[in-house]
Nanobody, 119 residues
Framework: QLVESGGGLVQAGGSLLLSCAASGRSFSGYPMGWFRQAPGKEREFVSVISRGGTYYTDSVKGRFTISRDNAKNTVYLQMNSLKPEDTAVYYC????????????????WGQGTQVTVSS
């Protein structure tokens, strides 16, 4: 029901726009978050958008921007000034109620999109 796209290989300092398209139901009122998982590491919170606003983990503040288009049932993550440490598989998650930073709180997940930042 959630499909991420937009990942790829980019040089450090470059930009990517990730998209998370929902299908099967409307997620317009749901908090939706972006997480990432590097090899050998746990899935970590990146950003969330909800009725209360937006929130980012410290390492991406000022570089990443989350937004949504409810008409398209899509959430975006604009990533600028990318760094090699941003390399990971990026996932979007959605939940009817939860808008926190723990991956376990989200019910719906996409399959992920790979982001690789070369130095």
């Amino acid at each position: 029901q959630l499909v991420e796209s937009g990942g790829g290989l980019v040089q450090a300092g470059g930009s990517l726009l990730l998209s998370c398209a929902a299908s099967g139901r409307s997620f317009s009122g749901y908090p939706m978050g972006w997480f990432r998982q590097a090899p050998g590491k746990e899935r970590e919170f990146v950003s969330v958008i909800s009725r209360g606003g937006t929130y980012y983990t410290d390492s991406v503040k000022g570089r990443f921007t989350i937004s949504r288009d409810n008409a398209k049932n899509t959430v975006y993550l604009q990533m600028n000034s990318l760094k090699p440490e941003d390399t990971a598989v990026y996932y979007c998650g959605a939940d009817r109620y939860y808008s926190g930073t723990s991956a376990s709180g989200y019910e719906y997940w996409g399959q992920g999109t790979q982001v690789t930042v070369s130095s």
